[in-house]
């Protein structure tokens, strides 16, 4: 499979294997917090303004349907893997409601790694995509929290202050902000800003990614704990979601990029903005399930399986 | 010099955790404190948030009366549900109407 090993040899891919190894050798290999927050802040930045440029361009009539799609899915995807969860695993009620959060939920730098494999490959995608990462966001993990019903109930406050993490939080405000920046600029005053936003972006990938790489190597430590029936989910789940995402936005006219990104949306799971929002909504369920299913296992394997399987899948189709 | 006697809390919880406990702090009867973040382990092994910022280690000073009651609403709300764990010491201040 070409795709597979072209994503598995690009520097960004590398680097986040060893921060991996680095990990697993315990090595000081590490950015400090504050350039990690900094580096997240940038790629959330400039993947709005790039969604927001070709959200200028495209128009909102083209853009309501695949929205309206990703709203949807939004809704369906934690039920699955609430439901395989289920089938799979013996976690309590709420640890399956938060690790469901965590799959509705989407991941900002599976999105831009497969961004950054579609560019590579001169594989032409809807520029607005970011768009549906921005919606994607937020659903999947109120319809997590909500699955946690009864169980939950006594935590109703910390649900309101989860709703409000999740929306005053730093990726979905800097994400939607960029959207509007971009929408609103005009495309000259846009490439004024692409050096920055634009031409480094995949370098200060592979920086991020070397760093994710070491926090996930951290959390493959816990795998074991995790028993087997919760890492069958965490790959099932996002082939399963995944697919989904890829065989809707076919159906919804999106080009076999654009489709192969949606299949990356409601695959992926996320882990910065779900496990706050959780931690602070559902404190009763363990964070040890859902940070290694969704760092620990289901990140490393679509980065390196899941996407070039999205897009091998949407060429197929379209 | 004149100094009064006072308490120190200390409250060393999970980042996540940091804004709504800074609000109930003032709510009990804090009237100022500092905050620092740091690196940690508890019994809990607790740590949801270790890419965005670790632990933050909040101290305060105030009448032990007030200390009282934020340990209280500590027990209520924070100690079953996160990871938090929080001390008081003996204090000496001067101007002690500030704390008081």
């Known amino acids: 499979m070409p795709a597979a090993l072209e994503t598995v040899t690009s520097p960004a891919v590398l680097a986040f294997l060893l921060g991996v190894f680095a990990a697993l050798l315990r090595s000081d290999v590490r950015l400090p917090d504050a350039v990690h927050t900094a580096l997240s802040s940038y790629l959330l930045l400039a993947i709005g303004l790039k969604g927001g440029a070709g959200l200028r361009e495209a128009g909102l009539a083209e853009v309501a349907v695949p929205v309206l799609a990703a709203v949807v899915l939004g809704v369906v995807t934690p039920l699955l893997a609430w439901g395989a969860l289920r089938v799979l695993t013996r976690l309590s009620p709420v640890d399956l409601a938060a690790v469901a959060a965590h799959y509705g939920s989407t991941s900002l730098v599976t999105f831009t790694a497969a961004v950054a494999l579609l560019e590579s490959q001169d594989e032409p995608y809807e520029a607005y995509a970011a768009t549906l990462l921005a919606v994607l966001e937020v659903p999947g993990i109120l319809v997590g929290l909500l699955l946690a019903g009864g169980a939950a109930a006594a935590a109703g406050a910390g649900r309101r202050e989860a709703v409000r993490e999740i929306l005053t939080g730093r990726s979905i405000l800097l994400l939607t902000g960029g959207l509007a920046i ?137 | 010099m004149r100094t009064v006697p006072v308490v120190c809390l200390t409250i060393v919880a999970e980042a996540v955790v940091e804004a709504r406990l800074l609000r109930d702090l003032e709510a009990a009867g804090a009237r100022g404190w500092t905050l620092t973040s740091g690196h940690g382990r508890g019994t809990s092994h607790i740590d949801a948030s270790d890419w965005e910022g670790a632990n933050v280690r909040i101290e305060t000073l105030l009448s032990s009366a007030a200390a009282d009651r934020v340990l209280g609403m500590l027990a209520e709300h924070y100690f079953p549900q996160f990871a938090v764990v929080a001390w008081v010491t003996p204090a000496q201040v001067v101007r002690g109407d500030k704390f008081l």
């Open chain 1, 182 to 318: 971009g929408a609103l600029s005009t495309p000259a005053s846009y490439d004024n800003v692409a050096p920055l936003f634009v031409t480094l972006f995949p370098g200060v990938l592979v920086l991020f990614l070397l760093d994710l790489g070491v926090l996930a190597g951290r959390r493959l430590r816990d795998v074991p704990a995790a028993g087997p029936g919760l890492v069958v989910a965490a790959i099932a789940i996002p082939l399963v979601n995944g697919s989904l995402g890829v065989l809707v936005g076919t159906a919804v006219g999106l080009s076999p990029g654009g489709a192969a990104l949606l299949g990356v949306l409601t695959g992926s799971a996320s882990y910065i903005a779900a496990p706050a929002a959780v931690r602070l909504a559902l404190p009763q369920a363990n964070p040890a399930y859902y940070l290694t299913t969704s760092l620990g296992i289901t990140f490393p394997f679509n980065l390196v399986l899941g996407i070039p399987l999205y897009l091998a899948l949407a060429r197929t189709l379209g």
